[in-house]
């Protein structure tokens, strides 16, 4: 049984740093496509980025690049999302996504494996 567990969210002030750590159990790391995605009050769970299996590429929303980043570390079987430069905007609850081969990073419908989320807040 494939479990995904979130941590590290939390209340952060605006312009602040946080990361995200996500650790998968019941399975290889190995090949599974990672990603995270948020959803905040009211709005429509959305992708922030994704990481495939190789980890040789990394995807991202447009309201992430150049401020979040996502990796992977087999040996902990956890992916990370740093997030520098955070905005009231980001406030969201943060999940966790796996797939052995997810057909599409943006949807959530291509994602098999899901956690129960982080949430962070940022204030202003």
């Known amino acids: 049984q494939v479990q995904l567990v979130e941590s590290g969210g939390r209340l952060v002030q605006s312009g602040g740093s946080l990361r995200l750590s996500c650790a998968l159990s019941g399975r290889t790391f190995s090949g599974v496509d990672m990603g995270w995605f948020r959803q905040a009050p009211g709005k429509e769970r959305e992708f922030v980025a994704a990481?495939?299996?190789?980890?040789?590429?990394?995807y991202y929303a447009n309201s992430a690049k150049g401020r979040f980043t996502i990796s992977r570390d087999s040996a902990k079987k956890t992916v990370y999302l740093q997030m520098n430069s955070l905005n009231p905007e980001d406030t969201a609850v943060y999940y966790c996504?796996?797939?052995?081969?997810?057909?599409?990073?943006?949807?959530?419908?291509?994602?098999?494996?899901w956690g129960r989320g982080t949430q962070v807040t940022v204030s202003s």
């Open positions: 990481i495939p299996g190789t980890g040789l590429a990394t």
């Open positions: 996504a796996g797939d052995l081969r997810s057909t599409n990073y943006y949807r959530t419908s291509s994602w098999q494996y």
